[in-house]
């Protein structure tokens, strides 16, 4: 099993904002364990967690939205790229 979390470092008073976005974009799948915002440390960090049987099953995560599902999400996260400032992905393997 594998654990990947994608991290996304917002700017100033967007964190909230992207992670409900993220929240209500992905809900239902199954592969989403959690979206988190920072209470100490860096400031203004959104981490979405999630969990694949393997790294062939994550990208097929990605395949299995239908074209509708895919065109609905993008719709819903048009300008998201404007709330943060950079990002980052650890792929972990799960012992």
Not at 62 to 86: A, L
Request: hydrophobic share 35%; aromatic share 10%; proline share 2%.
């Amino acid at each position: 099993m594998i654990i990947v979390q994608d991290t996304f470092v917002c700017k100033p008073g967007n964190a909230s904002k992207l992670a409900k976005l993220f929240k209500e974009v992905m809900d239902g799948r199954p592969e989403v364990v959690n979206i988190m915002s920072d209470m100490t440390g860096s400031f203004n960090r959104v981490v979405v967690v999630t969990r694949h049987d393997s790294l062939t099953a994550y990208e097929k995560s990605w395949d299995s939205m239908s074209q509708e599902e895919s065109q609905k999400m993008q719709e819903k996260m048009k300008g998201y790229t404007e709330m943060y400032q950079s990002g980052s992905r650890e792929i972990f393997q799960v012992w």
